[in-house]
């Protein structure tokens, strides 16, 4: 076998593969996981000039106490790195909706972001039209059990794909 050649894959002999039923399911989730952020996305850009992890990252920050997270927190909330979520909060600077400070105290030296009043006014401007978008595309298309199942559904496979579970560390808004 030379290193061009296609390699074929090993079968693990205790393998558990997925019956019929379960591929159908499977292949119906990542149909949705492909579908449903470019269609939120595609609104955001078009209406608002924002990708959804910025109007997520505006969102956290409009309904924290002092409209102010440590920014590990933020980066948590908005389900995003560190590196991408300073990347996003250098381009909300630039457009006047976040200021970011350094702060210290007890727990250490570590970096916040404020939602300004622009910013503030900006999520309210853009919400009405996400929330629209949202309704559209899953709420108004389930029954409210679907609805129910669905975020239960979503939030036991968060839970198994994140090493720390939501909701540690600093959420308070303080330095």
Request: proline letters at 6%.
């Amino acid at each position: 076998m030379t290193a061009d050649a296609p390699r074929t894959p090993v079968a693990e002999p205790d393998a558990r593969w997925l019956s019929a039923e379960q591929q159908r399911e499977w292949r119906s989730l990542m149909g949705l996981f492909m579908d449903l952020p470019p269609a939120l996305d595609a609104q955001l850009k078009r209406d608002a000039g924002l990708n959804t992890f910025e109007y997520q990252v505006l969102a956290a920050l409009s309904e924290a106490p002092g409209r102010t997270l440590v920014l590990s927190d933020l980066a948590a909330l908005a389900r995003g790195s560190l590196s991408r979520l300073s990347h996003a909060v250098t381009r909300l600077e630039r457009a006047g909706w976040v200021e970011r400070r350094s702060c210290t105290d007890r727990a250490g030296r570590h970096t916040e972001a404020r939602l300004t009043e622009s910013g503030l006014a900006r999520v309210e401007e853009v919400a009405p039209g996400h929330v629209a978008a949202v309704r559209r595309l899953v709420v108004d298309v389930l029954t409210p059990e679907q609805l129910a199942q669905l975020g239960a559904a979503a939030r036991a496979i968060s839970a198994a794909t994140q090493a720390e579970p939501p909701g540690e560390g600093r959420v308070d808004g303080s330095c």
